[in-house]
């Protein structure tokens, strides 16, 4: 293993579990250490951090509850603290709490928020007051281009946080990059259902699931590629655009 005071190092956010696991296991394929932010899954980092180092990577668990902005700065101090290397911000923890406009009260609106749209926004401003230069990939999803969906306050909160990337990859230049990643189908919750994933995947014009590797790929992209900032990569196998409207060839009247 390289010396840590010679390697680049990311944070990633929610890293100990589920696709912030793949996340930092790509950018450890890349040669980052990683700063392994978890909030409650403390187990779950250990064994994550095990796996980090077993691919030549350092890797420090580090705990932090983001819906307390007053920790974030010190969550980026203790970060910087081990890796003075740190150029890479992945901002993938979120919170995801069902129910529509008419269901959902302010409380879940502002804990939706607090999590998926200010603690990013803090980090990246913490991020860019620290580093010289660096990237951020916000992770955000595919659903931010479809106005009905079942998780109202989610889907508000990742809309704005697409809307927060385009303005931070502007305020933030030219030192640092800001660029988000949005995800379609690609690791449901547990308790879906395989009809349910039949039907889902049946809405999608490639006909199925994505893969953690494809997001994994476009990851690579945004943090590689140094020509590009403020886009938003959807990788959904084309669910995203595949919204049928009515078209006037079909109007009845209009044949
Ligand atoms: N899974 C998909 O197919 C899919 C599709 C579209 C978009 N996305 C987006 O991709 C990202 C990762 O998805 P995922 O399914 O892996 O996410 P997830 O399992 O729903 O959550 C990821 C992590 O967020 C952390 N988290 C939640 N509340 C927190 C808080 N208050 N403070 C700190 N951390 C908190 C949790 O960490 P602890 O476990 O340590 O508490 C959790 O492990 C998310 O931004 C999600 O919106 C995923």
């Not at 700065?73 to 529509?100: D, I, Q, T």
């Not at 620290?130 to 009905?148: P, R």
């Not at 933030?172 to 039907?199: C, E, F, H, K, Q």
Request: hydrophobic share 40%; proline share 5%.
């Amino acid at each position: 293993m390289t010396d840590t005071a010679d390697r680049p190092a990311a944070l990633v956010t929610g890293a100990a579990t589920r696709l912030g696991r793949e996340f930092a296991l790509a950018l450890a394929d890349m040669g980052y250490d990683i700063a392994l932010h978890y909030n409650s899954s403390a187990t779950e980092a250990e064994t994550t951090a095990a796996e980090l180092r077993t691919r030549g990577s350092d890797a420090e668990p580090l705990q932090c509850d983001l819906s307390r902005h007053q920790d974030l700065p010190g969550l980026m101090e203790r970060a910087l603290a081990r890796f003075p290397r740190l150029g890479v911000l992945v901002n993938s923890a979120s919170r995801y709490v069902a129910g529509n406009l008419a269901s959902t009260r302010p409380e879940t609106v502002y804990a939706q928020l607090a999590v998926n749209l200010v603690a990013p926004m803090e980090l990246m401003r913490v991020f860019a007051a620290s580093v010289d230069a660096g990237c951020v990939v916000n992770i955000i999803d595919n659903k931010v281009a479809y106005a009905q969906y079942d998780y109202a306050a989610y889907l508000l909160s990742k809309k704005s946080l697409a809307e927060a990337t385009r303005m931070a990859a502007l305020e933030y230049a030219p030192r640092i990059r800001v660029n988000g990643l949005s995800p379609g189908v690609v690791m449901p919750m547990s308790s879906r259902t395989a009809d349910y994933l039949r039907w889902r995947l049946d809405g999608i014009p490639l006909k199925r699931q994505g893969k953690p590797e494809h997001l994994c790929h476009a990851l690579r992209y945004l943090v590689e590629n140094d020509f590009v900032t403020g886009q938003i990569l959807t990788v959904d196998g084309g669910e995203g655009m595949f919204q049928v409207g009515r078209h006037s060839e079909n109007y009845p009247a209009a044949r």
